[in-house]
């Protein structure tokens, strides 16, 4: 297409109608100028391309297809190049079925357990977020059809989400939340990015200029197009103006016919309307340019591939007498109507039509006879006492019992928040009669979010499945009995109760404001700092065999922020069954003048090795490892000072630790005023030379009437000395210092620091 020509030859009307969808899939044409439309589809675990009988909005009314692992699965294989194959697969189906756009992946932080969506987002952790994220989009995008990565920004709740605001200080909006949009997006390149529904600080998303075009286009130098969630559009001219370039759905007509207005009556101008257009054409030639009439997709392929990243992702929390693998020579239970029916996605829009759905009791008879028991019913919450007695007796006439738990669709989907962490208690109920005959008792969770366990003291081992995708029974069985070893690593903490999370009193928030006041302290960042003994760690996962840890390197011991760090460790298998480790890379700014989390995710990689097998894993570090985002310079920011390099097999577990010393060249503004404090000024370059005259009549008040002064008196006087603005000595000093002497004291700091330090 020749987007030049075109654009000169559409007419304002035709300009404002491609800034919104023909319908709820579609982009819409000019057929006079040869412009097509395009489809776009739900993702992000799988295809959810609407069949084309369907009115549109329903849910589950798509083509067969297969259902993948969801993000908070995902998330846990640590694994670029596994996600990147998940990715590849899923652009080929787009490809394949004529699909220009794959609505994700969903990168939102999980900041409560309670997120209705949790499942389809990826970590509390932004760098882990960014990362897998991008992984995902590389991989879609490899096979030429566009991601869209959403819901940009702060879309942590579903409690009110198209009305909500998000109240958030800028330090954490761009350190936690924008943080797990910003790599994927600098990095992967997504061709699209969705606004999410809700306001942030007053501003609806769908019109936030600072989020759509300062930060997205203009920081972080995004060159795609920014699509609207499904009905977020509030005021479209403002929309357009503030960076968002397509509606979607279809507004009927209603909001193209108020962009002509608006670039009619000035309000809207011709070059942000433009913009957006271009935008639109850009991703409409991308797929002219790129659809592949020949792709074709292989169900059972893909089938196979859902299977084989199910089982690394999943997460074994304990193992105790190593209950796991199963032995198949011991009478095996299996427990629970998940085993006969998994729950292995979500609801809402990426629900997948899936093709076919393997169980864990079908998956099982490849390795032996398991015998079953179906403990509770997943229509209700309510304590079947016959199907429990049930389940006791054949755990009692069995060596093994494997219970299959987890929450229902009525307890997490999108659209609402859970109203808390708890299993359905006819789950709770049926593990507690079980685990009280069978002291070998395993519960495999699927689970979309965090769940309490009242009952984890009383069962030998725990393997969390998540959301698996439609192979989850035989991802099960491989790990249960051993053909696959664990490999996952949990991408979230899992506290003790709701109320331990950092967000607890102020989830879902009053009416339409939520305040995010616990600031960057999201997920370990919060349960660090505070020391707090919590259920499982974030990065915590065990193996069927052991690893060793050793030969931390660092390649310099001093470093500026230009340069780049390099370190090495070495990881051993010391067991005796292959398996993958996930090597974890924490930061922690020793001395900070700003409050900084105990440690920060900074790098992983996840690696296999057989018995007895080592590796060497390079990491290399940037100035952004050592930053922090300071709202005095509105960017990141790195204070010289040493750093702590800590290398882990979970957040909680760090086998090796060094420290570097990184020297900065950051500066921050700053200006000397009256109300500057003494200490501040002390904390200068030769900073005691300005202000000698005052510490002199400060010291004076040290002096006392002779008697000595006790060193708590002493420590309170030093501590007021500090916190003195300059002003306050003119009547301390009993005028001895005057008004002029502390202004002539700040016009020499200003002329000899020119404004910042
Ligand atoms: C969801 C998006 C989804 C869109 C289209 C919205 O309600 O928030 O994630 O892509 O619908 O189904």
């Given at each position: ?16 109608s ?20 395009i ?30 692992p969801?993000?908070c ?8 190049d596994?996600i ?5 697969a ?5 490809q ?16 409560s ?14 760098y ?17 059809v ?33 943080a ?23 501003v ?25 969630d499904?009905?977020?559009v ?37 070059e ?16 002219v ?5 020949d ?55 990426s629900?997948i039509?899936s ?11 490849k ?36 219970i ?7 307890f997490?989907?999108e659209?609402?928040?859970r ?75 899992f ?17 339409d ?10 997920g ?5 700092y ?10 915590h ?17 001093n ?29 922690r700014?020793?001395e900070?003048?700003?409050?900084r989390p105990?440690?920060?995710?900074k ?22 490892a050592?930053?922090?985002y ?17 290398i ?23 200006v ?25 009549e400060?010291s ?5 009437d ?28 009993d005028?001895?210092i005057?008004?002029?002497e502390i202004?002539?004291i700040?016009?020499?700091v200003?002329?000899d620091f020119?404004?910042?330090?």
């Open positions: 297409m020749n987007i030049k020509h075109i654009m000169s030859k559409l007419t304002l009307e035709e300009k404002a491609l800034l919104s969808g023909s319908d709820f899939w579609h982009t819409k044409s000019v057929e006079r100028l040869g412009v097509p439309q489809m776009v589809s739900d993702g992000p675990h799988g295809l959810r391309k609407q069949r084309v009988d369907d009115d549109g909005a329903g849910v589950n009314q798509s083509i067969e297809a297969v259902c993948f969801s993000a699965a995902l998330a846990c294989s640590f694994d670029r596994l990147f194959r998940l990715g590849q899923l652009g080929n189906e787009c394949a079925e004529n699909v220009g756009v794959l609505l994700g992946p969903g990168t939102n932080i999980k900041r357990p309670l997120c209705g969506r949790n499942f389809e987002y990826f970590s509390e952790d932004p882990l977020a960014s990362n897998i994220a991008a992984s995902h989009i590389k991989g879609v995008q490899s096979k030429k566009g991601s869209s990565l959403k819901h940009f920004a702060a879309n942590n709740q579903e409690n009110r989400r198209m009305s909500v605001s998000a109240e958030i200080d800028e330090r954490t909006l761009h350190e936690i939340y924008l797990a949009f910003e790599t994927a997006v600098r990095e992967a390149r997504p061709q699209t990015v969705m606004c999410s529904y809700n306001k942030i600080n007053g609806y998303s769908s019109q936030n200029k600072y989020l759509l075009t300062d930060v997205l286009r203009d920081k972080w130098g995004f060159d795609g197009l920014v699509v609207s499904w009905g977020a509030c005021d479209r001219p403002q929309g357009v103006a503030a960076g968002l370039d397509l509606e979607m759905p279809s507004s009927h007509g209603v909001n193209d016919a108020k962009i002509v207005e608006a670039v009619k009556n000035g309000t809207l101008s011709k942000d309307l433009d913009k957006a257009v271009e935008n639109v054409l850009k991703l409409v030639d991308s797929y340019q790129n659809h592949d009439d792709a074709v997709w292989d169900k059972n392929a893909d089938h196979a591939l859902a299977v084989d990243i199910a089982s690394q992702c999943m997460v074994l929390l304990k193992n105790d007498d190593r209950i796991l693998p199963l032995q198949k020579n011991r009478k095996i239970a299996f427990i629970g109507k998940f085993a006969e029916k998994p729950r292995y996605q979500g609801g809402g829009s629900h039509n093709f076919k759905v393997t169980s864990a009791l079908f998956a099982a008879e390795y032996t006879n398991v015998s079953y028991a179906q403990g509770y019913g997943t229509d209700d919450d309510v304590i079947d006492t016959a199907l429990i007695n049930e389940a006791v007796e054949l755990a009692k006439n069995s060596d093994t019992a494997v299959f738990a987890g929450l229902t669709d009525l997490e989907s659209g609402f928040d109203k808390h962490m708890g299993l359905p208690e006819c789950q709770n109920e049926l593990i507690r009669r079980v685990a009280a005959v069978q002291p070998d008792t395993v519960v495999v969770l699927h689970n979309g979010s965090p769940v309490e366990m009242p009952w984890i003291e009383n069962v030998k081992g725990i393997l969390e499945t998540y959301l698996g995708g439609q192979g989850v029974g035989e991802a099960v069985c491989d790990i249960l009995f051993g053909r696959i070893n664990p490999s996952g690593k949990l991408a979230e903490t506290p003790k109760k709701l109320s331990d999370n950092p967000s607890f009193l102020n989830f879902p928030g009053d009416g404001t939520v305040r995010y006041s616990e600031g960057i302290f999201v370990y960042r919060y349960y660090d505070k020391d707090m003994d919590v259920l499982f760690p974030f990065g996962g065990l193996s069927y065999t052991t690893f060793s840890y050793s030969d931390l390197k660092l390649y310099a011991k470093i500026t922020d230009r340069d780049s760090l390099t370190l090495s460790v070495t990881v051993r298998n010391t067991g005796h069954v292959a398996g993958r480790e996930v090597v974890q890379l924490y930061v700014d020793v900070s003048s700003v409050v105990v440690k920060e995710l790098g992983f990689e996840k690696i296999e090795l057989a018995p007895g097998e080592s590796k060497v894993i390079v990491f290399t570090l940037d100035k952004r050592f930053s922090f300071n709202d005095k310079t509105h960017d990141w920011f790195v204070e010289s000072g040493d750093f702590e390099i800590m882990g097999s979970s957040s909680r577990d760090i086998k090796l630790s060094s420290s570097i010393h990184v020297e900065s060249s950051d500066k921050v503004p700053f000397c005023t009256p109300d500057t404090t003494m200490g501040d000024i002390m904390k200068l370059k030769n900073g005691v030379k300005y202000i000698e005259k005052l510490v002199g400060f004076k008040n040290l002096e006392g002779g008697a000595e002064l006790g060193e708590a008196t002493r420590l309170m006087m030093e501590a007021q000395m500090r916190d003195n603005p300059l002003h306050v000595m003119v009547s301390f000093s005028e001895k005057t008004h002029e202004a002539e700040c016009d020499k200003n002329a020119k404004g910042q330090i």
